[in-house]
Antibody, heavy 120, light 107 residues
Framework: QVHLAESGGGVVQPGGSLRLSCAAS????????MNWVRQAPGKGLEWLAF????????YYADSVKGRFTISRDNSENTLFLQMNSLRSEDTAVYYC?????????????WGQGTLVIVSS | DIQLTQSPSFLSASVGDRVTITCRAS??????LAWYQQKPGKAPELLIY???TLQGGVPSRFSGSGSGTEFTLTISSLQPEDFTTYYC?????????FGGGTKVEIK
């Protein structure tokens, strides 16, 4: 069955960097676009980024554009989120997710999330 | 960017009630809307996609309707496990966006 497992979260100082990973299994990872979504404590969901199945195109939310980079390694079935210039408002649980039908059908599969805390 | 406005933000209801949550888009998104349910401490779960298509395994008491800029999620008869938070999401164009959420509480 489909399994997505995020890792790499932790505590980082403002201005610092962190790289999140999402290990995928149970489906043909290299055939699907992937997303990152986050949720700040007590707040709603915020979509962050999408990468095409082959890595040829990325899209970002305005709030992270220029600071975060989504990438993937299809040989390792792994999705990444490189986060630079972190701010306190980036504190959140970060989820990877994907749509198994089309990129317009909805995110049917999610990981369990990894917590990032930006604090001095 | 396409903005989604969900209403109400909070809803008090009883077991067995019929409830409706509305999601309005700032511009037409055709039928590219999904609804999610999220329980505390858990990842969201997809309930409905393409505005009205029930995701596999989701109880039939959930239904969605709408197109263009106005959409609704209806729960025909609230069950105890339904008292949680719901989000809409537009998938018409990037950046994708979520509504602010609706928390359904026990009256």
């Amino acid at each position: 069955q489909v399994h997505l497992a995020e890792s790499g979260g932790g505590v980082v100082q403002p201005g610092g960097s962190l790289r999140l990973s999402c290990a995928a299994s149970g489906f043909n990872f290299r055939s699907y676009g992937m997303n990152w979504v986050r949720q700040a404590p007590g707040k709603g969901l915020e979509w962050l980024a999408f990468i095409r199945f082959d890595g040829s195109k990325n899209y970002y939310a305005d709030s992270v554009k220029g600071r975060f980079t989504i990438s993937r390694d299809n040989s390792e079935n792994t999705l990444f989120l490189q986060m630079n210039s972190l701010r306190s408002e980036d504190t959140a649980v970060y989820y990877c997710a994907y749509d198994p039908l089309t990129v317009t059908s909805g995110l049917a599969y999610w990981g369990q999330g990894t917590l990032v805390i930006v604090s001095s | 960017d396409i903005q989604l406005t969900q209403s109400p933000s909070f809803l008090s209801a009883s077991v067995g009630d019929r409830v409706t949550i509305t999601c309005r888009a700032s511009q037409s998104i055709s039928h590219y809307l999904a609804w999610y349910q999220q329980k505390p401490g858990k990842a969201p779960e997809l309930l409905i996609y393409a505005a009205s298509t029930l995701q596999g395994g989701v109880p039939s008491r959930f239904s969605g309707s709408g197109s263009g800029t106005e959409f609704t999620l209806t729960i025909s008869s609230l069950q105890p496990e339904d008292f949680t938070t719901y989000y809409c999401q537009q998938l018409s164009g990037y950046p994708l966006t979520f509504g602010g959420g609706t928390k359904v509480e026990i009256k």
